[in-house]
């Protein structure tokens, strides 16, 4: 399978500052990735999908202007949390999917504390 | 849109027993349905798949069925070790894109 690695795996912040999160794909090319968000004990939601080259597509009820989604490589996509507040602390997961058979690979995750 | 549910959602077994989690999806026209594996404080590792050309997939003591008139697909865990302790999601993709998740199973295997 793919592997996938973001950075940082833990980033504390303060409220109203901005914090981005990388997520990159160390041995394939990923033309499609995608961001998701993971509350505790719960199932993981797809915020957006990124499209290298192309603007993002969000899920209905994530604000484009807060999760700011740049995919400018085949190999990278950055996920920015612009002014961030409490509520925004959570666990955030990217995935690469694979062409031809379509797998999802995901990364390790980032887990986001806004204080 | 599609939905997944999945049962149970916590399974406490016996070292050595089997554990069997079941999930339904709602869209016919769902082909490809993934299992993952997540550790706490990790991300989802993907475990055994199955695509809807298929009934059954085998990888060691990990065992896929696919029942597609009734929309139920289940994972089989034989010969259960404590490091197999961990939350388990199913999914189920339309298309070529867009996975749904399961809420997902806390499996405890106790020694």
């Known amino acids: 399978g793919a592997v996938v690695s973001q950075h940082p795996s833990r980033v504390i912040c303060k409220s109203g500052t901005s914090v981005k999160i990388e997520c990159r794909s160390l041995?394939?090319?990923?033309?499609?990735m995608f961001w998701y968000r993971q509350f505790p004990k719960q199932s993981l939601m797809l915020m957006a999908t990124?499209?290298?080259?192309?603007?993002?597509?969000?899920e209905q009820g994530v604000e484009k202007d807060k999760f700011l989604i740049n995919h400018a490589s085949l190999t990278l996509s950055t996920l920015t949390v612009t002014s961030a507040h409490p509520e925004d602390s959570s666990f955030y997961i990217c995935?690469?999917?694979?062409?031809?058979?379509?797998?999802?690979?995901f990364g390790p995750g980032t887990r986001l504390t806004v204080t | 849109g599609e939905n997944v549910e999945q049962h149970p959602s916590t399974l406490s077994v016996q070292e050595g027993d089997s554990a069997v989690i079941k999930c339904t999806y709602s869209?016919?026209?769902?082909?490809?349905f993934p299992w993952y594996k997540q550790e706490l404080g990790k991300g989802p590792q993907l475990i055994i798949d199955?695509?809807?050309?298929?009934g059954e997939k085998k990888d060691q003591r990990i065992a896929v069925t696919l029942n597609k008139t009734a929309k139920h697909f289940s994972l089989h865990i034989t010969e259960t070790q404590p490091e197999d302790s961990a939350v388990y999601f199913c999914?189920?993709?339309?298309?070529?894109?867009?996975?749904?998740f399961g809420p997902g199973t806390s499996l405890s295997v106790i020694p």
């Open positions: 041995d394939f090319q990923a033309t499609t």
């Open positions: 999914a189920a993709m339309i298309g070529y894109d867009k996975v749904i």
């Open positions: 995935s690469v999917l694979t062409s031809g058979h379509y797998e999802q690979y």
């Open positions: 199955i695509r809807s050309n298929v």
């Open positions: 869209d016919s026209a769902s082909n490809y």
């Open positions: 990124s499209n290298e080259g192309s603007k993002a597509t969000y």
